[in-house]
């Protein structure tokens, strides 16, 4: 687009500075939407809407609450595999300008639903627990807690559409394009290994702990074309395109990291009618290095490799259990996430050129988005579950919920003048479109469900599902006590 700036723009283009560097996030429209599975592995949790750490009783306690480990009384060895259809909740900010006069504003920029799906399959969870003496019980636990794949194709995801249809006493722009396309999957995995221990205080009480060594993974990958990229597409006159090619890849990330779950187990009435649950995990950070290449923003220049840290969120809940009648128990807790300190560093990577101000605004350059941590979520979850007895056979009967807060990462896009006053970029209106983008993502309602059985008194195995708007999960596992 050619531009001009009169004395007017040019004492007001003066003032005008780039607005704070992004906070705690990697400037990436795909790992904006990052999702953490921070429930209790297994068929049981699952089924029950991971409100498990009041009734954690098996061998998958040696993460969900260590205390649960005091439950048990013989050796148990235990594995869960489990699938997951997941629905990554992407948005493509589209407006289209049109009418007489260049200075004619853009309509409302709306957000258009660009999901994408990916689907992975595993071992979820396998450990043991060994008593060592009536009150001293060992349990060792290996879990993947983390499983992020995004991979939006050959023609990358594009989350930024914006056109120039306007026409003025010098002709019309037809169909003048101003586009940002990621390409390249992201890949987020972590799994962990726990050596926990519980300890019987009394009959009625029980603490545990436990030390985890973490492995992440994290890859920026590229495709058939080329590595992982954010391609920006400008239409400056009607045969001349600006096109930049940034690229992105991550390196040096060692991704081990060690870390803690703490927990307690208590009955509140005697012989379990009501118990009291709570747990903490938390885990050290692993560190790497974001390199850009390409076509490297001139705010960036001088920073193409920058050290970040990375985390799995700390977590903690407090849960509640009731046995009213025999066979029948009501689990629920509530469970907090620190979504907000998964990244550690300010990693802005895009920069956006426009006008900005009062018409007919001021030409910026090289503006870089203010991204804002994810916030904490609180995530209710509420169990139920019933047991029947068929012979020597104990059949099972479990449903849950919980919901999923929005947890995403939101962002602005601005400028600033010399008395601090904010200006938005909005010929394109690109400051709308980051805001779109970045929105924070989208609550969840879950459901679950599932059966399990006992026979023999020492084989036990559980099949769940969890289904909701971001995608479905089933899982199955396997316990068998000696």
């Not at 001009?4 to 904006?32: F, K």
């Not at 050290?307 to 469970?335: K, M, W």
């Not at 919901?403 to 400028?415: C, F, I, K, S």
Request: glycine share 12%; hydrophobic share 40%; aromatic share 8%.
């Amino acid at each position: 687009m050619t531009r001009r700036t009169t004395p007017r723009s040019l004492a007001v283009l003066l003032l005008l500075a780039a607005p704070g560097a992004a906070r705690a996030q990697i400037d990436s429209a795909l790992l904006s939407k990052v999702v953490f599975n921070l429930e209790s592995p297994g068929g049981k949790s699952l089924a029950m809407g991971g409100a498990f750490t009041a009734i954690a009783d098996d061998a998958t306690a040696g993460l969900a609450n260590p205390a649960g480990l005091g439950l048990l009384s013989t050796v148990e060895a235990g594995i869960s595999a489990k699938r997951s259809d997941d629905v990554v909740g992407l948005v493509t900010a589209r407006s289209t300008a049109t009418g007489s006069g260049f200075l004619t504003p853009y309509p409302p920029v709306r957000g258009v639903n660009s999901d994408i799906e990916s689907a992975a399959s595993g071992l979820e969870f396998a450990g043991v627990v060994v008593p060592v003496s009536r009150r001293f019980v060992l349990g060792l636990t290996y879990a993947e807690n983390l499983r992020f794949e995004g991979d939006p194709g050959d023609e990358g995801y594009q989350y930024v559409e914006l056109r120039d249809n306007r026409s003025g006493s010098v002709g019309t722009r037809r169909d003048f394009l101003f586009e940002y396309r990621e390409y390249g999957p992201v890949s987020l995995t972590n799994r962990v290994l726990a050596l926990s221990a519980a300890w019987r205080v009394t009959d009625r009480v029980r603490v545990g702990a436990g030390v985890t060594w973490n492995q992440t993974r994290f890859e920026l990958g590229g495709d058939a074309a080329g590595p992982h990229r954010i391609v920006s597409l400008a239409y400056l006159t009607p045969t001349i395109v600006d096109v930049r090619t940034l690229t992105l890849s991550v390196e040096d990330f060692a991704g081990q990291s060690w870390g803690g779950v703490l927990g307690v187990h208590a009955d509140l009435v005697e012989g379990g009618a009501v118990s009291v649950g709570a747990v903490f995990r938390s885990a050290s950070r692993a560190e790497g290095t974001l390199v850009l290449g390409g076509d490297v923003p001139s705010s960036l220049q001088g920073q193409e490799r920058r050290r970040f840290t990375f985390s799995v969120p700390r977590d903690a809940a407090l849960g509640l259990a009731v046995r009213p009648v025999p066979g029948l128990t009501v689990s629920a807790e509530g469970q907090w996430v620190d979504y907000g300190g998964v990244f550690g560093e300010e990693l802005p990577v895009s920069s956006f050129d426009g006008l900005a101000g009062p018409p007919p605004g001021v030409p910026v350059e090289s503006v870089l988005p203010d991204l804002s941590r994810a916030e904490d979520a609180f995530v209710p979850r509420v169990g139920l579950e019933y047991v029947a007895t068929a012979g020597s056979t104990l059949l099972a009967f479990r449903l849950g919920y919980h919901r999923e807060p929005a947890h995403g990462v939101t962002a602005d896009l601005y400028v600033t003048d010399a008395n601090g006053a904010r200006y938005d970029v909005d010929d394109p209106p690109y400051s709308q479109a980051v805001r779109t983008v970045y929105d924070g993502g989208r609550a969840d309602d879950r459901f679950s469900g599932g059966i399990g059985a006992t026979v023999f008194r020492n084989l036990s195995f559980d099949l769940a599902f969890d289904v909701g708007r971001s995608g479905r999960v089933v899982a199955g596992s396997l316990f068998y006590r000696f």
